[in-house]
């Protein structure tokens, strides 16, 4: 009887176990389903102050970004100090040029090899970078133009960057202003449609 009661008793300490973890998921993707898109990049860009300009894809979006939309796909990691300061300098470009930024944060992506992350791939073949260990790396961060599923590289300058080397020293004023007339000219050549991409 003891014995029945002990099996019976953690059949319902292990349902109730289980019940609280749905309800605290379920209350945590209600939670970050009600994110604007500001909120989440300021979540994982603390130091942004700009991002009225930027519009957060989750990976549904991404696949109907890539497949129907068109404009500049912003991909990163949030864990590179590198992409936090290169999302600055964007954030700034974006709004003194009325540019709308798709950000898409392809840390996990990347990691796990997704189907999303092998379809950037194949879309940007012969466009990634190539170093001594292999080929087609998609690093970050990095400004794409997408339009009706044709993806070019707009911008990859701090993808990769030695070691020793400090975003604070590289971005220059010259560098920063640079950054941005190169992104300006060939974003507005690309909406023209008078050429087909470029790879820095």
């Known amino acids: 009887m003891k014995e029945t009661l002990r099996k019976v008793s953690s059949a319902i300490l292990l349902l109730v176990m289980i019940v609280c973890f ?7 993707y209600k939670s970050e389903q009600s994110l604007s898109s500001q909120d989440k990049i300021t979540q994982e860009y603390p130091n942004l102050t700009l991002t009225d ?3 957060y894809l989750n990976n549904k979006d ?4 890539l497949v129907n939309g068109s404009g500049i796909l912003f991909l990163a990691n949030p864990d590179s100090i590198w ?4 999302a600055i300098y964007l954030s700034e470009f974006a709004q003194e040029n009325n540019v709308t930024i798709n950000y898409f944060n392809i840390a996990h992506a ?6 999303i992350y092998l379809n950037l791939v194949e879309k940007l073949k012969n466009q990634l970078i190539t170093t001594d260990m292999s080929s087609d790396n998609l690093f970050t961060p990095m400004t794409i133009y997408i339009n009706n599923g044709e993806a070019e590289v707009l911008d990859n300058t701090t993808a990769i960057m030695p070691n020793q080397e400090n975003p604070k020293d590289y971005w220059t004023n010259e560098k920063i202003a640079e950054f941005k007339q190169n992104l300006m000219t060939t974003y507005k050549l690309m909406e023209e449609g008078n050429i ?5």
């Open 22 to 28: 749905i309800l605290i998921g379920t209350r945590e």
């Open 83 to 86: 992409s936090e300061s290169y």
């Open 196 to 200: 087909n991409g470029s790879n820095r």
């Open 53 to 55: 300009k930027f519009n």
């Open 110 to 115: 990347k990691e796990t090899s997704s189907r």
């Open 62 to 65: 991404l696949e109907d970004f």
